[in-house]
């Protein structure tokens, strides 16, 4: 499925922005849009997911997120779902979750190979023993959220077991366009190509939101 927005329409709307909009939107749309085009010009996954995830990193990240702890970046990444979720007029972010993608999210949220405390558990990590209960817990939090519909909830589930694949690809935890992993990092490039463009453009329709301060601002 191609996404319903690319590199060249975002571009476009993103130079009509008038004199008004803060030059920390304008920071964040202009390097996010960049590497959304750099994604639409990779040959394989492996990289398209990667620089689809630069994208929504240079588009949400608060200055405060690489300050604070694991759960604080969560709480960033959730409040960001909220307001964009809240903001999108035109619903494509509900639409993506309930219609274009409910059976890859489905995959996602049943493979414990992108969950988090089951590669903790592997790795020794003391305390990670209930790795499996913890997985069954979320997995009825989903069925929950799926039952009552709630995007922002689903979409910080999702993006959370997204994140462990972003952190298997970027640090070196799996071969570069190799068998095993497979159908996750193909959904999961999919789920980024169609999301992070109209994040993008939400962001764009509603410059004068306050999107937080980027933590590498341009300086002389």
């Known amino acids: 499925m191609q996404p319903s927005l690319n590199h060249e329409t975002l571009r476009a709307k993103e130079q ?6 803060p030059n920390s939107l304008r920071l964040r749309v202009h390097r996010s849009i960049s590497w959304i ?18 994208a929504f990193n240079a588009a949400y990240a608060d200055e405060s997120v690489f300050r604070e702890s694991t759960s604080s970046e969560q709480k960033f ?15 494509r972010i509900y639409g993506a979750i309930w219609e274009n993608f409910p059976g890859p999210i489905r995959l996602l949220m049943e493979n414990q190979y992108v969950f988090g ?5 592997h790795n020794g990590t003391t305390g990670t023993e209930d790795w499996q209960d913890r997985f069954d817990n979320a997995k009825r939090r ?18 959370d077991r997204l994140s462990v694949l972003r952190n298997q690809l970027v640090h070196g935890g799996a071969t570069w366009g190799g068998g095993i992993n497979r159908p996750q990092v193909r959904d999961g490039t ?14 764009l329709e509603n ?14």
């Open 16 to 21: 009509r922005l008038s004199a008004e909009v």
């Open 37 to 54: 085009g750099r994604a639409e010009r990779a040959l394989d996954d492996d990289a398209r997911f990667i620089f689809f995830w630069i």
């Open 77 to 91: 990444r959730a409040d960001f779902f909220q307001k964009v979720v809240s903001l999108d007029s035109k619903q």
């Open 117 to 121: 405390p089951f590669w903790q558990h």
């Open 142 to 159: 989903f069925h929950q959220a799926i039952s009552q519909q709630n995007t922002e909830f689903v979409l910080d589930l999702v993006f």
């Open 190 to 203: 999919a789920i980024l190509a169609f999301l992070i463009p109209v994040f993008v453009d939400v962001m």
């Open 207 to 220: 410059p004068l939101e306050y999107w937080g301060r980027p933590f590498y601002p341009v300086v002389a």
